[in-house]
T-cell receptor, first 113, second 115 residues
Framework: GENVEQHPSTLSVQEGDSAVIKCTYSDSASNYFPWYKQELGKRPQLIIDIRSNVGEKKDQRIAVTLNKTAKHFSLHITETQPEDSAVYFCAAYSGGGADGLTFGKGTHLIIQP | SAVISQKPSRDICQRGTSLTIQCQVDSQVTMMFWYRQQPGQSLTLIATANQGSEATYESGFVIDKFPISRPNLTFSTLTVSNMSPEDSSIYLC????????????FGSGTRLTVV
């Protein structure tokens, strides 16, 4: 089945700087890659996603890039703000007999004031 | 996105007992899933709840321990059976609408503590 690796596990950046979180996946059939933000005690919230027919997608300060050949995708957050502090999870969907998402282990993003 | 109501939001249970968690969606959805999130960890898929048929379980999860029902396209239950402290986790329901946009949405979760 699919395996998703996520790095780093913890990322601390100064407010206003950029943050980058990277994920790799193993199943070349995977075709959908969402990113979730989870604040303490809350449910995971979808913040951006990308499909395999697209190389990059941007939504205001958040962008995701996908390299299908290398089987990796990244989340980019620019001009970070204190409210960006949370745990971020990448995930992959490969379809077929497994319709659920496979998640990375998460990155704890800390925005230093 | 779909509005998901999950209950109970939390519970403290004695070992050896069972707890049933309910997931209600505000509209019909094609796919419903159950995930487990152990403290400080990522989300692990337990099973896909299939309407009108037996759930599809992921490796490491079995029906006797986590029986699932899905009587219609808006409701599902997950039972955690014969609980032990190792079952202490957050259990989350998730849905995916039948559309070109996959859009997986999560319920608010059930925080289970087994003592």
């Amino acid at each position: 089945g699919e395996n998703v690796e996520q790095h780093p596990s913890t990322l601390s950046v100064q407010e206003g700087d950029s943050a980058v979180i990277k994920c790799t996946y193993s199943d070349s059939a995977s075709n959908y890659f969402p990113w979730y933000k989870q604040e303490l005690g809350k449910r995971p919230q979808l913040i951006i996603d990308i499909r395999s027919n697209v190389g990059e997608k941007k939504d205001q300060r958040i962008a995701v890039t996908l390299n299908k050949t290398a089987k990796h995708f990244s989340l980019h957050i620019t001009e970070t703000q204190p409210e960006d502090s949370a745990v971020y999870f990448c995930a992959a969907y490969s379809g077929g007999g497994a319709d659920g998402l496979t998640f990375g282990k998460g990155t704890h993003l800390i925005i230093q004031p | 996105s779909a509005v998901i109501s999950q209950k109970p939001s939390r519970d403290i249970c004695q070992r050896g007992t069972s707890l049933t968690i309910q997931c209600q969606v505000d509209s019909q959805v094609t796919m419903m899933f159950w995930y487990r999130q152990q403290p400080g960890q990522s989300l692990t898929l337990i099973a896909t709840a299939n309407q009108g048929s037996e759930a599809t379980y992921e490796s490491g999860f079995v029906i006797d321990k986590f029986p699932i029902s899905r009587p219609n396209l808006t409701f599902s239950t997950l039972t955690v059976s014969n609980m032990s402290p190792e079952d202490s986790s957050i259990y989350l329901c998730s849905v995916r609408r039948q559309s070109a946009n996959y859009g997986y949405t999560f319920g608010s979760g059930t925080r289970l503590t087994v003592v």
